[in-house]
């Protein structure tokens, strides 16, 4: 990783989605990347050409990986100047099915392991010195209700019941930490349940965003203001960013 590079961010979750449109955005704008999720291949393929990143892997779905995960990451890269958590899962079923062992899985992924890095990257001579910026994804499933989500809703909602007494805390260590709340963004992830849709059920998913469906670089500018100097006075928020959805009632 180059010395000169504005910051190193580690973007957990980078292989897709909002993570790789995030990691791509960091590097193109001068930040140093450190690549992971649990698939390794995936990440070399995804960036091979540039020389700005490290790849470290991780199976976040396995909590009880990540301290030495965070550890290595230390050991290889040194302290950090970001954090971006981007890992995550979606189950879509009725409460009948939301059996202990789906609750385990989708929280583990979605909940427990990004309080787990925040604990991790939290201790002292982790984060730069100057200071550190944490940000976690939520989703517009957790304000309002649809059928088959109680469970993702849940695990995402939990983040933002999280932030408010986490961000006071971690101020005292000069980090800050902000919440994404995203809407639809055309991912691997959402493409699944979209294809799914009728045709007339689609329709009213697409007329109900002004500004259409979202794209992942969307979702990255955002992130990219929060990890930047721009954003140093913002903290414990959570940002809707939707495409005007909410807005319309």
Request: glycine letters at 8%; charged letters at 20%.
């Amino acid at each position: 990783m180059n010395a000169n590079a504005d910051g190193k961010i580690l973007v957990a979750g980078a292989s897709r989605g909002i993570g790789l449109a995030t990691a791509k955005m960091l590097l193109k704008r001068g930040y140093g990347v450190i690549a992971s999720s649990r698939n390794i291949d995936v990440l070399k393929e995804a960036f091979a050409s540039d020389e700005n990143v490290e790849i470290i892997a991780c199976d976040f779905s396995d909590v009880d990986s990540i301290a030495n995960f965070a550890e290595r990451v230390n050991k290889e890269a040194g302290p950090i100047d970001g954090l971006v958590y981007t890992a995550g899962m979606q189950l879509t079923m009725p409460i009948s099915m939301n059996k202990p062992d789906n609750v385990k899985k989708i929280f583990a992924l979605n909940t427990f392991a990004p309080i787990e890095l925040i604990r991790c990257f939290a201790k002292k001579k982790m984060t730069a010195e100057k200071g550190a910026s944490f940000v976690l994804i939520s989703s517009l499933a957790a304000h309002e209700g649809a059928q088959g989500k109680s469970l993702y809703a849940a695990s995402k909602g939990a983040l933002e019941g999280f932030l408010p007494s986490a961000a006071i805390e971690l101020a005292q260590r000069k980090i800050r930490l902000n919440v994404i709340v995203p809407g639809i963004i055309e991912t691997d992830m959402s493409k699944e349940f979209l294809d799914k849709m009728a045709e007339e059920q689609r329709a009213m998913i697409d007329g109900s965003y002004p500004l259409g469906l979202g794209a992942p670089e969307d979702a990255a500018s955002l992130i990219h203001w929060l990890l930047s100097p721009e954003s140093k006075w913002a903290t414990g928020q959570s940002y809707i960013i939707d495409g005007g959805h909410m807005v319309r009632g």
